[in-house]
């Protein structure tokens, strides 16, 4: 059974314009699947970062800022498997108001990904506010839930918050939530 062995590393990490510290996080023998948050990278960066984790024989799940439709913008997090290969996209569906106003676009689909452990679900960010969304994931099967969170964990409150909507879609739908956020000046990699 895949799940009893899965070992997920949570990466809390600031957005990088010099990738080379996606390699050395993925280098790490601790973890086969690694999540990383909204935005870690550009749409640029795509072939590059598919690349370290073939070398890295390693699953990545990473937010990008979107820039491959022409015109638009959008949240979309990929999941490369350690082949190398984009198994799977998501384009963040419920926008913040901030991304509305600074021309982010609207993703129109909520699919799971199928991997060798199981359906997995991505809520991007705030869309993990929704129950809806979990919701849909859970009946297409997903197992896991991951949340690549843009905002950091700045405070308590924030953090007290995220683990309460967490819990409660886990509980609600029978699936493990795991989510991450940007580098806060406190934790490092």
Same mark, same amino acid.
């Given at each position: 059974?895949?799940? !009893?062995?899965?070992?997920?590393?949570?990466?809390?990490?600031?957005?990088? /314009? #010099?990738?080379t510290a996606l390699n050395y996080i993925l280098s790490d023998d601790e973890a086969d699947f690694f999540l990383f948050p909204e935005g870690y990278l550009h749409s640029d960066q795509i072939k590059v970062a598919t690349q370290i984790a073939k070398a890295n *024989?390693?699953?990545?799940? /990473?937010?990008?800022? #979107?820039y491959r439709d022409s015109g638009k913008k959008y949240e979309t997090a990929i999941v490369i498997d350690p082949s190398g290969d984009? $198994?799977?996209?998501?384009?963040? /569906? &419920?926008? /913040?108001?901030?991304?509305?106003?600074?021309?982010?676009?609207? *993703? #129109?689909?909520?699919?799971?990904? #199928?991997? $060798?452990?199981?359906k997995i679900g991505i809520a991007i960010c705030y869309e993990i506010h929704f129950p809806e969304v979990s919701r849909i994931y859970a009946l297409q099967g997903a197992k896991f839930i991951f949340n690549p969170v843009g905002t950091g964990m700045w405070h308590e409150h924030q953090y007290?918050?995220? !683990?309460?909507?967490?819990?409660?879609?886990? &509980?609600?739908?029978?699936?493990? $939530?795991? *989510?991450? &956020?940007?580098?806060n000046d406190t934790i490092p990699y």
């Open positions: 059974n895949f799940m !009893n062995m899965l070992k997920i590393g949570l990466v809390i990490a600031k957005p990088e /314009t #010099d990738i *024989g390693k699953w990545l799940v /990473t937010g990008i800022d #979107d984009i $198994v799977g996209e998501h384009k963040k /569906t &419920s926008l /913040t108001d901030y991304e509305i106003e600074n021309g982010y676009c609207q *993703g #129109d689909s909520i699919k799971v990904i #199928d991997t $060798v452990f199981g007290e918050q995220w !683990n309460s909507i967490a819990r409660a879609r886990a &509980s609600e739908n029978g699936v493990i $939530v795991l *989510g991450c &956020s940007h580098f």
